[in-house]
Nanobody, 127 residues
């Protein structure tokens, strides 16, 4: 049974930093590109960042480039999202997702390309 479990959500002040983790089990982690999506009430889930299964490549949505960093540790079956210079518009439920890819270089960014999802963790940016 595949499980993706996010942790690290919370309340952060604008301009602050915060980190999220997602621990995966029940899958061969190194065969999956890993991503973070986010969603606010009444809106579509949106892509935030993705890292290829080999960790070679990353991709970010424009609004978080230069502020967020995705990384992974294949030995720990864990993917991370470091968020810096947080803004109120970053407030959302953040979801971890896994996409089985045949290439070490593939970086999927569309939600339908992902096979497994976590339950989400809330990040609120507010003073």
């Amino acid at each position: 049974q595949v499980q993706l479990v996010e942790s690290g959500g919370g309340l952060v002040q604008p301009g602050g930093s915060h980190g999220l983790s997602c621990a995966a089990s029940g899958l061969t982690f190194s065969n999956y590109a890993m991503a973070w999506f986010r969603q606010t009430p009444g809106k579509e889930r949106e892509f935030v960042a993705c890292i290829s299964r080999g960790g070679i490549g990353t991709e970010y949505r424009d609004s978080v480039k230069g502020r967020f960093a995705i990384s992974r540790d294949n030995a720990k079956n864990t993917v991370y999202l470091q968020m810096n210079s947080l803004k109120p518009e970053d407030t959302a439920a953040y979801y971890c997702a896994a996409s089985h890819t045949s290439s070490r270089y593939t970086i999927p960014i569309i939600a339908t390309m992902f096979d497994y999802w976590g339950q989400g963790t809330q990040v609120t940016v507010s003073s």
